[in-house]
């Protein structure tokens, strides 16, 4: 697996834009699209919540029913949530239009959309947006740059990645963005993200591929305990990379799954570390854990931490709630066999040992505390399953930006 | 049932007592001393948190195992979590000295702590700081007042509460005193709460009465959502009060039960309007769920979400976010179904019905939001159950407390 540059054009046959449509923001792109020169084989995983936007709604049917998808238009400023019938039928116009200017069926254009929840889409701006999108498209890295720039809301940077891989002398690529800073702790995918692929594989795989992948990794973010909406998480793959179509769980199948936990993992952290006002990306670690899922809960609940995420931007060396997270995730555990470690890149400093906090030097934890990336670990001693989670800190502007996010 | 001014004092035959000990904070008390005149029977629900403090061990075992219990020994600044058995030699030690000033049984002691985790306690501070305590103790008001401050750490206000009642034509008294302004997401009881009666009540239905009172006061409330290693919530009964022995789940038990509600309560909401940092006192209720534990989990995720909370601080109606957080409560609802609403003490605003977001008045929301007291109400229109939780806004004074409350 090579690393390369780029995000949802890396793979054959792909093309984005990304343009201004004048939805809720001014003076930026707030709409792009992802397509597909040839039909795709389309997997998605959405949010848990109850309350679906209705582009969640849209683009589950398309996913579970339509032969195929070629496209995904997307939108920031406006999440089309709590909008009923208006807002479904704007995704159905959404869609229209998008057919239309790229001459393929309508039930193969997927929609996505995030903002602000209740408000009704403006859907003019919508269709006039898609046709400048039609015409703005490009297989280019350009044209893929423009695209994550576009569907940005608070997050500060946007966020890509791409792999290439082989599978019978031929070279597969797979690429992706996503975006995401607040109302982030996801429960089955994350805010939005897309990612595109010209492996040949069957629709069964890819589904279960990415099913499997988010567990341990847009499952495993948090920015604020805030479960969104509108999560969404799709994966086109056209096959024209022209492989052996992967159709068991052989060899080839774990090289696309090595690929794409490559990408998601890469978009996920990047994600964690530009939660609202973060200025630091938080990983809680935990290993020796009797089970994969008591790792998860555990990572998760320090991940979590209000406290915690609160003593990280104070560079303060505050541990004892870390443990205390550990302590009320709902997981029995021994406080008195666990180990615990503050740790950034190059140092693993113990802070509490057989029950109690050790005197531990304040002037490294702050050293520590104060680099980009700081890492909590435990060691339950009670098994061999681990898992990490990941966030980041909580700071003056999470609340500032949420305080008044939608003037 | 009326109200009545006062705290731990008010029932009969109790005393208290707040002194400076120099524990970890100068110039202020930080040690309380709550003691009856009689021995008492004590309930106690504590926290569900696999990290328990020392106190905590020690408690639960005199109000499990003790014949009777006769004084409560509580400091502020070190919580005496994650201090092995060093700390839990502390609660002994703390417990043999007040047994002593007292000339009571050590396993009569309860002891309580607050304030920072991993520290040891300096034990000397500790043991003369009993000694001034039960020199200082009186049955008055003020004594009550003194205690009540003692027991603070980042609360601005000291809470207490009391009502009397009748049985058996005897007057009956019951009071307590709580703190707690961060680290409160309780789940079992809450940080500290101690009250005091007279009533003549067995053990038995003094402890049902408490455990079965939590989940609708304390477990309904929440700062941040981290639950403590320390949450402790004790009742004495001494039994001064000469009233018939409340031995039955009958009248008497149930004035008794409603007594003990009206200062829990009191107590918790108190609590949850001097969470860290907070402008505002938050309620979600919600109405017409299939279950009462449908509704509490309901009304507990809408006043948990950060993101809400951030909302309610800057006055922005950006009431989606309420909706998103009863959407992954995890209890299943129809979200066309469901009615919202934004309230204060004299308005009601619907905001959103029939799966939209309504087209509300802006500058009414903004009237509503900028109240001491907002509450969110959602009618699920399932069934009969309903239920409350309160909290607070998430404010820029939250972090600025929690990013360095150590030093």
Redesign the interface.
């Known amino acids: 697996m090579e690393i390369i540059k780029g995000g949802v054009t890396a793979a054959a046959g792909f093309e984005a834009a990304g343009v201004e449509a004048g939805i809720k923001y001014q003076n930026r792109k707030d709409m792009a699209l992802v397509y597909s020169q040839t039909p795709c084989k389309a997997a998605g995983v959405f949010t848990?919540?109850?309350?679906?936007a209705a582009p969640v709604i849209w683009d589950k049917e398309i996913v579970e029913h339509s032969a195929y998808a070629q496209a995904v238009v997307v939108n920031a400023g406006i999440?089309n949530?709590?909008?009923?019938?208006?807002?479904y039928a704007c995704c159905k116009k959404t869609a229209q239009a998008a057919a239309e200017c790229l001459n393929i069926p309508e039930d193969a254009v997927l929609v996505a959309s995030t903002g602000?929840?209740?408000?009704q889409m403006p859907i003019d701006k919508i269709t006039a947006g898609v046709k400048k999108l039609a015409d703005a498209k490009k297989d280019t890295m350009e044209a893929a740059q423009m695209a994550a720039e576009a569907i940005m809301t608070t997050d500060t940077v946007d966020k890509q990645a791409a792999v290439t891989f082989e599978i019978g002398g031929r070279t597969v690529t797979l690429g992706g963005m996503c975006k995401g800073s607040?109302?982030i702790?996801p429960?089955m995918s994350t805010m939005l993200c897309f990612i595109t692929s010209d492996i040949a594989i069957s629709r069964e795989l890819l589904q279960e591929a990415l099913r499997e992948d988010v567990k341990d990794t847009f499952n495993m973010i948090s920015v604020?305990?805030?479960?969104?909406?509108n999560d969404t998480l799709i994966v086109l793959a056209n096959g024209l990379a022209g492989n052996p179509e992967v159709v068991s769980r052989n060899e080839d199948y774990e090289k696309f799954r090595q690929a794409l936990h490559y990408v998601t993992m890469t978009l996920a952290k990047k994600m964690a570390g530009d939660g609202e006002g973060a200025t630091a990306l938080f990983e809680a670690k935990v290993i020796h854990a009797r089970t994969k899922e008591d790792a998860r809960i555990l990572s998760r609940s320090v991940v979590?931490?209000?406290?915690t995420k609160?003593?990280i931007?104070?560079h303060?060396a505050?541990?004892?709630?870390a443990?205390?997270?550990?302590?009320?995730?709902g997981?029995?555990?021994d406080?008195?066999q666990v180990d615990l470690y503050l740790e950034n890149e190059d140092t693993s400093l113990p802070v509490?040992r057989?029950?109690?906090?050790l005197s531990y030097s304040e002037e490294e934890a702050t050293r520590i505390l104060s680099s980009p990336e700081v890492r909590i670990l435990a060691d339950m001693k009670m098994g061999d399953a681990e898992a990490a989670a990941w966030g980041c800190d909580?700071?003056?502007d999470?609340?500032?930006i949420?305080?008044?996010?939608?003037?």
């Open positions: 848990s919540n109850m309350v679906k999440a949530a709590c909008t009923g019938s208006e807002g602000v929840i209740g408000m607040g109302m702790h429960n604020d305990g805030d479960t969104s909406t979590s931490s209000s406290l609160a003593a931007f104070g303060d505050n541990l004892g709630r443990f205390c997270a550990l302590g009320y995730a997981v029995a555990f406080p008195d509490y057989g029950g109690v906090m909580l700071t003056y999470y609340v500032k949420n305080a008044d996010y939608r003037s």
